[in-house]
């Protein structure tokens, strides 16, 4: 019986990256962008077309690097562990006294 190798990618565990944007950010700049496309378009039947391509654009490179920034700062997952850490309470307010609380006994 012959000896069959399986070959074994090296690149499964590495990041996901596309234009600086890693993993779930590039998710948000699809999502944001294509809403911020869409005002573009909805903004170039009030105003004139020259004035909504140049807010739009604006909207645009603004956002991206809004999400490039948050992107190197925080990684791939670290926005959301600092959302999670800053709607944590600073401190827990405890209505009765430490007297009457019951204390257990090992």
Request: net charge positive; hydrophobic share 50%.
């Amino acid at each position: 019986m012959e000896d069959k190798f399986i070959l074994i990618r090296k690149g499964l565990q590495k990041e996901v990256l596309f234009l600086g944007l890693k993993a779930r950010y590039i998710n948000h700049c699809i999502y944001i962008g294509l809403g911020v496309l869409s005002l573009g378009f909805i903004l170039s039947m009030v105003i004139p077309t020259f004035m909504a391509l140049v807010v739009t654009t604006c909207a645009l490179l603004s956002m991206f690097a809004i999400l490039l920034f948050h992107s190197r700062t925080y990684g791939a997952r670290g926005f959301i562990k600092k959302m999670a850490d800053a709607s944590r309470p600073d401190k827990i307010k405890i209505s009765r006294s430490y007297k009457n609380m019951p204390l257990w006994k090992g």
